[in-house]
């Protein structure tokens, strides 16, 4: 984008000009000539040092890296959840919500300036070699690693191949090395289970586009056994987000009326309510969600919606708390940005940023016996561990609006290696401590119901 300095135009004004249209968007011709006296003075510093690290630098740099990394660290610098993509990075995020992925199946985040891992995805090649939450990721091959883009793009490759990471570990006094074979990642996002006749249970594993289909098919499925439904336990534990829109879709399959989302941004354009409406298909049995640490984002806004209008009892512990929503712009030559645009509430008015979803009822996960010791230590981190994160604050309603096709670009998920998979079965259920709890509230509610 930075022409040597034989062009007539100064390579530094080049820069300077790309810089301002990359951050306020080309179409934005009248925000260059508003621009004040101190968004000038600051683009002369950093044409300044561009003319610098151009003539004095011991080595030679690429002036498009130099403008790539300036822009990240711009948006990154907001708030730990907006970022620039690469077109590369671009594709594969748009592949994210309607693909599949080859990778090893991890959820990543940056935490005190280190890739550390949200959660393994079960039945991943990373979580049957033992991977596990609060994991930090050093090294990907020899290559040290501390930026989140790098690693992924290293940890990514084609099925069957070989990838090594060094990771550091709490409780272990020496990093450990992994040696882990890529794989497909299961792209489904909703698996089921009939834990015992009239007793369902569903497991979203993150938000895609075909989420709230898929989790239709499940509910048709358990309903058409020999007892109908009678209880359901919907599983939205290590849920790392996904798609706005699917969220609200899956919120709305369990209300008949009332709001499941108000988001608040600086512009009226993204401050909007939406609300659940009928659909013939009306489902009376009760409910309880499970959340956990490290249910995030979209699974807060289905767990927020239904524990505010009575719906469903929260079982578990407090979630994460990422109450902000992030749009995904399209930019020229193939870039995109990931823009924090709105924090959004529950229909009581509630905001969770940095705070979580308050289960109705704490119950915390028993460890497996076969649980390393540092398994068993280690506490997963939340949105408020996260340099730069949001505070929390309070918002008015916006105006109604239903879920329309653009949300579908407003992705508020974690940064992460691989979508989540797993299949659930009713033996592995039943040594679920949390599961089965949230079964026996169900078959209880019935008992005393009827007398």
């Given amino acids: 984008m930075v022409r040597k ?3 007539p135009m100064k390579p ?10 990359w951050a306020i968007g080309a179409g934005s011709y009248h925000g260059l000539f508003a621009a004040d006296r101190e968004t000038y003075k600051g683009l002369k510093l950093f044409s300044e040092v561009i003319e ?15 403008i790539e990394d300036a822009i990240q660290g711009l948006v990154q610098g907001l708030d730990p959840h907006s970022s620039l ?3 590369d990075e671009f594709k594969e995020m748009q592949i994210d919500t309607k693909g599949e992925f080859t ?17 393994p995805i079960e039945g991943t090649p990373a979580h049957r070699i033992g991977v596990i939450s609060g994991d930090r990721i050093i090294k990907v091959y020899d290559t040290p690693v501390k930026d989140l883009r790098e690693a992924v793009k290293l940890i ?3 099925k069957g191949t070989e990838v090594i990471i060094t990771i550091i570990r709490n409780g272990e006094p020496d990093p450990i090395d992994l040696e882990i074979t890529r794989d497909v990642i299961p792209i489904e996002s909703v698996h089921s289970a009939e834990l015992q006749p009239g007793y369902g249970y569903v497991r979203i594993t993150n938000f895609r586009e075909n989420t709230t289909r898929d989790l239709q098919g499940a509910l048709k499925k358990l309903d058409s056994q020999t007892t109908p439904l009678k209880g359901l336990i919907l599983d939205l534990r290590n849920n790392p987000g996904g798609l706005l829109s699917q969220a609200i879709d899956v919120s709305d399959q369990f209300l008949e009326e009332g709001l499941i ?18 659909d013939g298909h009306e489902k009376p049995y009760p409910m309880v969600i499970l959340i956990n640490e490290g249910s995030a984002s979209a699974s807060e806004i289905v767990a927020g919606a239904l524990q505010d209008q009575k719906r469903a009892l929260i079982l578990g512990t407090t979630s994460f708390g990422k109450g902000s929503v992030q749009n995904l712009e399209r930019l020229m030559e193939g870039y995109g940005l990931k823009l924090t645009i709105a924090r959004y509430y529950t229909p009581s008015g509630r905001s969770i940023q940095a705070k979580g979803i308050q289960p109705d ?17 280690q506490r997963q981190f939340k949105e408020k561990d996260l340099k730069n994160h949001l505070d929390a604050e309070s918002g008015k309603p916006g105006k109604k609006e239903k879920a329309s096709a653009e949300d579908e670009e407003k992705t508020d998920k974690k940064p992460i290696d691989a979508p989540q998979g797993g299949p659930a079965t009713p033996e592995k259920l039943r040594t679920d401590n949390q599961v089965m709890r949230a079964l026996e509230i169900l078959i209880g509610y019935n008992l005393f119901s009827k007398s």
């Fill in 85 to 87: 993509l690469t077109p």
């Fill in 156 to 158: 990514r490759g084609p």
């Fill in 52 to 66: 610098l690290v151009e003539k004095n630098y011991i080595d030679d740099v690429e002036a498009k890296k130099m």
């Fill in 261 to 278: 989302l108000s988001i608040k941004g600086r512009l009226d354009s993204n401050t909007r309510e939406f609300k659940a409406g009928k």
């Fill in 12 to 21: 530094i004004l080049l820069v300077g000009i790309a810089i301002l249209f």
């Fill in 103 to 119: 990778g090893i199946g991890i959820h990543i985040s940056m935490r005190d300036e280190l890739i550390t891992v949200v959660a």
């Fill in 5 to 7: 300095s034989s062009f």
């Fill in 361 to 377: 009822i704490v119950v915390t996960e028993v460890s497996l016996p076969e649980a390393t010791d540092a398994q068993k230590k």
